[in-house]
């Protein structure tokens, strides 16, 4: 009996470890796919009607927020960050 509770309690153990880095790396990913696409947008079609539009921010953030998206969802997905 006792043995069964203690399992129990290590599989939600296991359940409620999730990094919340792995999260950011979500967030993070998402928003630079859609940086990106506008960015990639920005350069090869309409041009931004902005100041220094030519610098091409848009862009650049989205290619920094998916390489950083990527490192901290790989890095910290849950398969990773195993006990057993």
Request: proline share 2%; glycine share 8%; charged share 20%.
């Given at each position: 009996m006792?043995?069964?509770?203690s399992?129990?309690?290590?599989?939600q153990?296991?359940?409620?470890?999730?990094s919340?880095?792995?999260?950011?790396?979500i967030?993070?990913?998402?928003?630079?796919?859609?940086?990106l696409?506008?960015?990639?947008f920005e350069?090869?079609?309409?041009?931004?009607?902005t100041?220094?539009?030519?610098?091409?921010?848009t862009?650049?953030w989205g290619v920094l927020?998916?390489i950083?998206?990527?490192?901290?969802?790989?890095?910290?997905?849950?398969a990773t960050?195993?006990t057993?």
């Amino acid at each position: 009996m006792k043995d069964n509770r203690s399992q129990e309690q290590n599989r939600q153990t296991r359940r409620a470890r999730l990094s919340i880095w792995f999260f950011c790396g979500i967030l993070m990913l998402a928003d630079g796919l859609v940086l990106l696409g506008q960015g990639i947008f920005e350069r090869f079609g309409q041009k931004a009607a902005t100041v220094l539009a030519n610098l091409q921010p848009t862009l650049w953030w989205g290619v920094l927020l998916t390489i950083f998206g990527v490192f901290y969802t790989v890095r910290f997905r849950p398969a990773t960050h195993s006990t057993d």
